[in-house]
């Protein structure tokens, strides 16, 4: 009995991606030793912080049975609004930014829930729909002339070079921990508490699994997906004043196109597509193996075409790896589908 369970650890998706993690690691430290240094460290934990918070609300929302495709429109509506507001008002305050953000977010999330509660729409359509709608809303009515460093508010700029540590280097060069890892980590003990320790949280597994059911439990639908979502927004909203601090540039086109690469990371992470399975752990070693392709392939040697490459190998193993537990599951279950 315990060899077996052993043996289910072993075989889990997240697992897996954390030994791919390790061995990758050790081979491009024994082709390129300086990869292996606090410097890089720093750096993908910098870089790969705003796309961490935007893995936690997609893990929420596929472990929901849906797909979201319309938070990169909502983190580049709530980043750019946030600059224009605290540029027209004057208050130069990062507080004041994110709070906007992430109100922003917030209720462009909370409409996408109601529209695919009580229009019963397929989330991925609904979400596709809403995301041209919203950005076609940002153009028409804000604009899309960028914003750059010498006119951005300094709470901006002063919160992409925040350093809760730092470091000097044989060479000289300073380098820190960002400040990034703060909402990092305060939105991975929320979401790790929502998910397992409160009512919420099983609504949730249980709405991915099925709704039908879900509702006969005496879950509401209607609650649980205005949360989904309407988080879902309002880390987006945040990520948005993140990305625009991380490259002092505020863009309105910048996110255009990632969101396939944050779902990816989830998925690769063991998150059922189906929903109803999925784990914080398995999103962050997700997030980690896409961002490690990204900034160590240069130390290969490769170019970054490469990088799609890898992640789709790794993608398909892990979904078809999933969908195969699944099955087995199922089997051992009695519970046979078409």
């Known amino acids: 009995m315990h060899k077996k369970r052993f043996l289910k650890k072993i075989v889990r998706m997240e697992t897996f991606i954390l030994l791919i993690i390790i061995v990758y690691c050790i081979v491009v430290t024994a082709v390129n030793p300086a990869f292996f240094s606090v410097e890089t460290l720093f750096d993908m934990l ?5 796309t961490m918070l935007l893995a936690l609300g ?5 472990i929901s049975g849906g797909i979201d495709v319309s938070f990169t429109a909502i983190a580049i509506i709530g980043g750019y609004c946030s600059v224009k507001i605290m ?14 953000a992430s109100f922003i977010g917030l209720m462009l999330g909370l409409i996408n829930a109601l529209i695919i509660h009580f229009f019963k729409l397929p989330t991925l ?64 003990m929320f979401t790790w508490f929502v998910m397992y320790k409160t009512m919420l949280g099983r609504s949730i ?6 709704e039908e059911s879900a509702v006969r439990v005496g879950f509401n639908v209607l609650l649980t997906k205005l949360f989904i ?26 996110l ?28 962050v070693v997700g997030v980690v193996l896409i961002y490690l392709f ?21 993608l398909l193993i892990s979904v078809a790896a999933t969908s195969y537990q699944a099955r087995v599951r199922n089997r051992q279950n009695l519970i046979f589908t078409e």
Do not use: C, Q
């Open 125 to 188: 359509i609904a979400t596709l729909g809403t995301s041209s709608v919203y950005y076609g809303l940002m153009t028409t009515f804000v604009g899309t002339s960028a914003v750059n460093k010498s006119h951005l508010p300094k709470a901006i700029i002063n919160f992409g070079a925040l350093n809760l540590y730092k470091v000097t280097s044989d060479t000289g060069s300073t380098f820190g921990l960002s400040g990034f890892v703060i909402p990092v980590a305060i939105f991975l």
């Open 256 to 283: 255009v196109g990632t969101e396939l690469m944050v779902i990816a990371a989830v998925v690769m992470g063991g998150t059922r597509l189906s929903g109803g399975e999925g784990t914080i752990f398995g999103a």
């Open 205 to 210: 597994f249980a709405l991915g699994s099925s």
């Open 229 to 254: 979502y309407g988080y879902m927004g309002f880390l987006s909203g945040i990520m948005g004043v993140m990305s625009i601090a991380e490259v002092n540039y505020a863009n309105p086109i910048s």
């Open 294 to 314: 990204k900034s160590t392939l240069v130390f290969l040697g490769l170019s970054t075409s490469w990088n799609d490459l890898f992640i789709g190998i790794i």
């Open 58 to 62: 997609v893990l929420l929302v596929i």
């Open 46 to 50: 910098r870089s790969s912080s705003g």
């Open 87 to 100: 540029l027209a008002t004057w208050i130069d305050n990062i507080f004041f930014g994110l709070l906007t």
